[in-house]
């Protein structure tokens, strides 16, 4: 399965997100963004079998924002 690391802004429902081979490497990640994490932001590892999916079973992020690429 794929890794997914969501980015979301609570305040302004702003979403970015990153594809990895595995949660391993997504997890990774995740630990480098929450270094420099905002008061007002998650920021999650998730697994699945295609962003369609993670859009599906984690929608209250992509509610407000269709999303973009995290860099």
């Known amino acids: 399965m794929l890794g997914f ?3 979301y802004n609570r ?6 997100y990153a594809q990895f081979p595995d949660l391993k490497t997504a997890t990774k990640k ?6 420099n994490r905002m ?3 998650e920021i ?3 697994t699945g079998n295609s962003l ?3 859009e599906s ?3 209250r992020y992509f509610a407000r ?3 973009s690429l995290l860099t």
């Open 44 to 46: 999650i590892s998730v």
């Open 5 to 7: 690391v969501i980015k």
């Open 65 to 67: 924002d269709v999303g």
């Open 52 to 54: 369609a999916e993670i």
């Open 39 to 41: 008061e007002d932001e």
């Open 11 to 16: 305040k302004t429902g702003k979403v970015q």
């Open 30 to 35: 995740r630990m480098q963004l929450e270094k």
């Open 57 to 59: 079973t984690h929608s």
